[in-house]
């Protein structure tokens, strides 16, 4: 087959992924989106394998490969909860990284082997991609690991950790340069650099706390992006050179829109270590106060007495996977004529639009969904306000306590509402580590218990009103 | 190719993926991430390259688990963005119904 052929295919791929992208701006067009990428993606896969490079008697291998792993894919991708998307995407991101990596690794032993020195250019991509696939691989899994509570959700730190982390990449780029400077290859030194960068993975995100991982797993998702592309120099391949391109873009334009949705800057994110502390409340004249617990019934007449209810969602209902439930105590609130809104936090749960994607599943309609800024004004005009499982995004704190390691964060004003009644299965602090004075204020009142549980009594409490 | 051919190629790549993702919405976000995951799994065409002409096993093995990895991030990337933007698209038909 004609070699420019292969390259009209994967023209038409990176235009099919522009296009995806594109579509993708909105949520009516956006499903299209990513069947227009599956396209582009089976044209530049189809094409390769009529590349002359792949002789015929690796083709059974080739194809036993992908049907086995295709199959895997489907089958974990369509088990999985949508409350476990975020670790998915984690450790898809990690494999992703660990394939740019050994392609990184073979052309380098390929290179030894045969004895030749490649082009400066293929030399310099070789060691980077092989550098950042590393990095985002290792760093991947832990985040992953930390998402779904293999290793603990909070920074983990220790003396001179920075520094470490400073003098790994100081080493590192030693090496690379060592590589790129000496005569011939040396595979020691390779593997060296590949472990060092693991390691540094590792070592990179431990101390990052579990409520900053989507902000990791997007910048993880960028540097694979931008591996990938560097693959598409050693391998001089224009697929690789543009779909990395494009999402090595896309992942950094997305990570920093996050970090701005939390108010805080990426080094920040990176090197803050927000939440190994629990930061105690700021406000000394709550000291010493303890919360007021109600039972289900209560809520319900709570409820059932309001004209208007709001309803926040957060990472505790998408662990309980209360969504449905909420979904029908606000029809039933409804029924009776009462106003039911849902305020999204942009942060909310574990990755950005993580509430909407839930609520979507429960059949929500959009028009009941409200963001920050829509919301906040009406707070003060609200009779109850119903917080499932969210902690961090409704803390007064975040208004005026500098101390606060949140300070700064735009929050959902909840407490400025008549009465908040908030469902959480104990006292401990939310993501952050921070403790919440909102639980102690006068007009609050706690619901404790598993989300789905409290919300399903309450709605069928709500039926003898 | 000339070099200066590839670098033109990956330079307007990154221009072009500024400019299409800086205009989506919030609520996109996170369909977006994983359907950006899937496509950088085109990885996997260079998995594909290297295990067709590996030779040895230690070669085949590098290669085979490369595709193996590039596989699963490709496939599991466009499953997972599916099922996500697939209630997106239940929810505006309950809406216009």
């Known amino acids: 087959m004609n070699r420019d052929w292969i390259d009209v295919a994967y023209l038409a791929a990176a235009v099919c992924f522009i296009l995806s992208l594109k579509l993708m701006n909105s949520p009516v067009t956006a499903r299209k989106g990513n069947w227009v990428a599956m396209g582009g993606m089976a044209a530049a896969l189809l094409a390769t394998m009529l590349n002359p490079a792949i002789k015929p008697g690796n083709l059974a291998l080739i194809a036993i490969l992908v049907v086995l792993g295709a199959a895997a894919a489907v089958w974990s991708g369509r088990k999985i909860q949508m409350t476990a998307v975020p670790q998915m995407v984690a450790l898809l991101n990690g494999l992703g990284g660990g394939a740019v990596t050994l392609v990184a690794l073979y052309e380098f032993l390929e290179a030894s082997n045969a004895g030749i020195t490649p082009e400066p250019i293929q030399r310099v991509t070789t060691v980077l991609s092989a550098i950042i696939g590393s990095v985002s691989f290792s760093g991947s899994l832990i985040a992953f690991g930390k998402l779904q509570e293999i290793l603990p959700g909070r920074p983990l730190t220790f003396k001179g950790q920075q520094f470490l982390n400073m003098l790994l990449v100081v080493v590192l780029a030693g090496m690379a340069v060592g590589l790129l400077t000496v005569q011939g290859s040396s595979v020691p030194l390779f593997a060296g650099l590949v472990t060092l960068a693991l390691v540094l993975g590792v070592s990179g995100v431990l101390p990052i706390g579990g409520a900053d991982m989507p902000v990791v797993i997007s910048l993880l998702n960028s540097f694979t992006g931008c591996a990938a592309g560097l693959a598409g120099f050693v391998l001089m391949n224009t697929a690789l050179l543009i779909g990395g391109g494009l999402v090595g873009a896309s992942g950094l334009i997305l990570t920093l829109q996050m970090c701005t949705a939390m108010n805080r800057t990426l080094g920040n994110v990176l090197f803050g270590a927000v939440g190994s502390v629990i930061a105690s409340s700021g406000n000394s004249a709550l000291a010493g106060r303890q919360p007021k617990s109600y039972s289900v019934e209560d809520a319900a007449i709570l409820l059932t007495n309001a004209n208007s209810v709001v309803i926040v969602p957060g990472y505790g209902m998408a662990v309980a996977q209360a969504q449905h439930q909420v979904k029908e105590m606000a029809a039933k609130l409804m029924a009776i004529g009462i106003d039911v809104k849902y305020a999204v936090h942009p942060v909310a749960g574990r990755m950005p639009g993580h509430m909407n994607v839930l609520l979507a599943e429960a059949d929500v309609p959009y028009d009941q969904l409200y963001e920050l800024e829509q919301i906040n004004p009406l707070f003060p005009e609200t009779d109850v306000v119903l917080v499932i499982g969210a902690n961090d995004v409704v803390n007064p704190a975040a208004r005026y306590d500098k101390s606060s390691p949140i300070y700064g964060m735009p929050i959902l004003d909840v407490d400025k509402a008549k009465t908040v009644i908030v469902c959480k299965r104990g006292m401990s602090p939310g993501f952050a580590g921070v403790e919440n004075e909102l639980f102690l204020l006068d007009n609050t009142v706690m619901v404790f218990g598993n989300a789905k549980t409290t919300i399903s009594k309450i709605a069928t409490a709500l039926d003898s009103y | ?97």
Not at chain 2, 29 to 52: D, E, F, K
Not at chain 2, 67 to 95: Q, W
Request: proline fraction near 2%; charge should be positive.
């Open chain 2, 1 to 97: 190719m000339t070099l200066v051919a590839i670098v033109t190629i990956f330079i307007l790549a990154i221009f072009v993926g500024l400019e299409v993702i800086s205009k989506v919405p919030q609520t996109l976000h996170t369909p977006l991430m994983s359907a950006t995951n899937a496509i950088h799994g085109v990885i996997l065409v260079g998995g594909l390259l290297i295990l067709g002409s590996a030779e040895g096993l230690a070669m085949t093995i590098i290669g085979g688990t490369a595709v193996v990895f590039g596989t699963l991030n490709v496939v599991g990337g466009f499953v997972v963005t599916d099922r996500m933007l697939e209630m997106f698209r239940g929810k505006k038909r309950e809406k216009t119904s």
